[in-house]
């Protein structure tokens, strides 16, 4: 019997699938207004602080298992007890996220018109659509601006960099305009995501600030790191170990590679006991001259079959 309804359930029509996986959305809305119902005389009746919670939300976090935004976000829409809005929830016409939204514009004066029309607008444009209406004192943006941050960590050994952060608007969208134009100069490659190309593109205008690189002076960077090379490990493994950053990180042999090719090589030769015997500076790996001539040889085109590519090319050491 398992069986039968199983192989019926896999050929079910798309209609069907997608009117029962609204169908359980609709139950959830109405749960969520019951759930409102609940938290309303709970939290008349203090339960967060006989139990010890730093607060309410806190509470319904708990005991709930929920995120705490959507903790906070049922709290809110509770505390508000817009009879409307609750309405709308009860008979499975919103879910919550646009519960809270619509409470959000409500209390920017919106009028019942704008209330009952902006139901028929997408989750992001009626948060879009509240953002404009809602008031933006001068202490909001001071505090905006004091709370940005970035923040860079390391993996335990250096070899993966994680970062994440937060931005005012206008700082926000300046980064963000700044990457698209600098991702838009790179060939597409088909396995590639939008947020690989952004990652991409810091890290070339990162490249481009400390080498006095631009998009007018494309194949001319320089890579500056100090790479140390056990070479015993580094020949045994072709690369895959023994390579560090002066600064610590590992790197593997296409790092390597690439230091080799359009960096400046600084040799410094070690006996066994690690005492120093000699050392050069051989400066760029590939001469200015004849870097000019590739240049001038290719065009200024990535030579690759099916890249027009003219940004930040390099000759590459085959």
């Given amino acids: 019997m398992v069986i039968v309804q199983m192989f019926a359930t896999t050929h079910r029509s798309i209609d069907s699938l997608e009117q029962e996986l609204l169908g359980w959305q609709n139950e959830k809305?109405?749960?969520?207004?019951?759930?409102?119902?609940?938290?309303?005389?709970?939290?008349?009746a203090q339960v967060a602080l006989a139990d010890g919670c730093k607060n309410m939300a806190d509470w319904i976090s708990s005991r709930l298992d929920l995120t705490p935004r959507v903790a906070?976000?049922?709290?809110?829409?509770?505390?508000?007890?817009?009879?409307?809005?609750?309405?709308?929830?009860?008979?499975?016409?919103?879910?919550?996220?646009?519960?809270?939204?619509?409470?959000?514009?409500?209390?920017?004066?919106?009028?019942?018109?704008?209330?009952?029309?902006?139901?028929?607008?997408?989750?992001?444009?009626?948060?879009?659509?509240?953002?404009?209406?809602?008031?933006?004192?001068?202490?909001?943006?001071v505090k905006g601006f004091s709370d940005?941050?970035?923040?860079?960590?390391?993996?335990?050994?250096?070899?993966?960099?994680?970062?994440w952060g937060g931005l005012p608007a206008a700082d926000g969208e300046i980064v963000e305009k700044a990457l698209l134009a600098r991702a838009d100069q790179f060939p597409r490659l088909e396995a590639e995501d939008r947020s690989q190309r952004m990652a991409d593109a810091l890290t070339s205008l990162a490249l481009d600030s400390l080498t006095g690189g631009s998009e007018e002076t494309p194949g001319r960077e320089v890579i500056v790191a100090e790479v140390l090379v056990d070479a015993q490990l580094a020949a045994d493994?072709?690369?895959?170990?023994?390579?560090?950053?002066?600064?610590g990180p590992k790197v593997g042999a296409n790092v390597l590679s690439e230091i080799l090719c359009c960096g400046q090589i600084r040799v410094i030769v070690s006996d066994q006991e690690g005492n120093r015997v000699d050392y050069s500076d051989l400066g760029e790996a590939i001469p200015p001259a004849?870097?000019?001539?590739?240049?001038?040889?290719?065009q200024g085109v990535c030579t690759v079959d099916g890249c027009s590519s003219r940004y930040r090319l390099q000759p590459h050491h085959l």
Avoid: C, N
């Fill in 72 to 141: 906070r976000d049922l709290l809110y829409v509770a505390r508000a007890h817009h009879q409307v809005v609750e309405e709308w929830l009860e008979t499975d016409e919103i879910g919550l996220e646009r519960a809270v939204a619509l409470i959000r514009l409500h209390r920017t004066g919106a009028s019942p018109e704008l209330m009952e029309a902006s139901r028929g607008i997408d989750l992001g444009g009626l948060w879009r659509l509240v953002a404009s209406r809602e008031r933006l004192t001068i202490e909001d943006e």
């Fill in 29 to 44: 809305a109405r749960a969520s207004f019951q759930q409102l119902q609940l938290i309303r005389q709970l939290d008349q």
């Fill in 290 to 298: 004849l870097r000019t001539l590739i240049w001038a040889r290719d």
């Fill in 148 to 163: 940005r941050f970035l923040v860079m960590q390391p993996s335990l050994d250096e070899s993966w960099w994680k970062l």
């Fill in 237 to 247: 493994s072709h690369g895959e170990a023994g390579v560090v950053l002066a600064s």
